[in-house]
């Protein structure tokens, strides 16, 4: 054997058995798996505090300081998480009264709802369409106060021709998977909301906003956020659930954006209901076991802070793309059915909140209601 012939067999056998221990190193089924959590809230409608500002008195079935307390704990059980607001956040109570047209907000302070949203480390945030209640000028000066991104991708400008806000984000995060190894995951998340704000704001919004209906809104963006390398898409949906035939102008889409192909998990909204949930027991292709419909987890998680919605997602990586294997949710409340409440209020949430909460409950002693 010359030197030539033996060099070649060597060669030969380090790489049949470098590629056979590279093998072995990617057979095991749970090899690559990430486990993805992600929580809503949605519908706050300015309910910050466990407080009843009509009947100036506590009520501990509603109240963001309460499901503070279950964000941290639904973090402190899941290897990764993620938290949206699915919008409706800055009107609905006298506390979002009293800053939109009594205290205004031109004072260098945030507004307390965004104050929240970045305490509690929010990492994106929809638009509703109570947004627009209070007009796009106090909307604008609120918005400057977030430290996350705001998105809505079916809302445009009518100078513009274009978005009116961020459409979507592809977030950028290290998350670990089940032997503890990093990944950088890049997660899409986009929003959309009822055409119906040119009807309901008509005043506020007529000549400077228009609304695409929200399923081609959808599919006009998840092709582009799939190109610049979104993993998975998380879709903010202020907008309900329903199965009626399919009506562009509906105000509940969730149903339709679950049939789009890349879409992987919905947060719904809009219509304060909770899924999975009873409600919803006679919708089509829809397991109320996993809090799925048409294969892909959606979760609505009622109103004014009364349950924290949770999806759990996991991802396998399959031929150098993460995909999600499997998906379920839930919504877990604040209060059982008589009020009792069922969590402690977060303390740190409470402090920070209380100058505008004691502001709202003076002004409305000092009208004399
Ligand atoms: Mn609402
Ligand atoms: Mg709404």
Redesign the pocket.
């Known amino acids: 054997m010359n030197r030539f012939t033996f060099l070649l067999i060597v060669s030969f056998f380090m790489l049949t058995s470098s590629s056979l221990t590279h093998a072995a190193e990617v057979t095991p089924t749970n090899h690559e798996i990430i486990r993805l959590r992600i929580l809503e809230t949605t519908?706050l409608?300015a309910s910050l505090l466990n407080y009843d500002y009509y009947q100036t008195k506590v009520d501990n079935r509603i109240g963001l300081v309460k499901t503070a307390t279950l964000i941290r704990k639904a973090r402190k059980e899941a290897d990764n998480a993620l938290l949206f607001d699915n919008g409706?956040h800055l009107k609905?109570n006298p506390l979002g009264e009293y800053l939109a047209r009594i205290r205004g907000i031109n004072r260098g302070k945030t507004h307390p709802v965004y104050r929240a949203f970045n305490y509690l480390k929010y990492d994106a945030i929809a638009i509703?369409?109570?947004e627009f209640n209070y007009g796009l000028k106090f909307l604008n000066a609120a918005l400057k106060g977030t430290k996350m991104p705001v998105l809505n991708a079916n809302v445009y400008s009518v100078k513009k021709n274009k978005p009116y806000f961020t459409p979507y984000v592809i977030l950028k995060r290290n998350v670990v998977d089940q032997n503890g190894v990093q990944h950088e995951l890049k997660i899409g998340v986009i929003s959309f909301m009822p055409t119906q704000i040119m009807k309901w704001d008509k005043t506020n919004l007529e000549g400077k906003v228009f609304a695409k209906p929200i399923v081609d809104s959808a599919k006009e963006f998840i092709p582009i956020m799939k190109a610049e390398g979104a993993d998975i898409i998380i879709a903010l949906a202020h907008t309900g659930i329903s199965n009626e035939p399919y009506n562009p102008e509906s105000e509940d889409a969730v149903y339709y954006l679950t049939k789009i192909s890349g879409i992987d998990a919905v947060l719904a909204?809009?219509s304060?209901s909770v899924f999975p949930g009873p409600v919803y027991k006679h919708l089509r292709n829809t397991n109320m076991e996993t809090g799925t419909i048409n294969g892909k987890p959606v979760v609505m998680a009622g109103?004014f802070g009364n349950r924290l919605g949770i999806i759990d997602l996991k991802l396998k990586k399959a031929t150098g793309k993460w995909r999600v294997i499997d998906g379920e949710s839930k919504t877990v409340p604040i209060a059982d059915e008589t009020g009792k409440p069922l969590v402690p209020i977060d303390k740190g949430l409470y402090h920070l909140m209380k100058p505008e909460h004691q502001e709202t409950v003076d002004f409305i002693k000092k009208l004399g209601l």
């Open positions: 519908d409608h409706d609905g509703g369409n109570h909204g809009h304060h109103a």
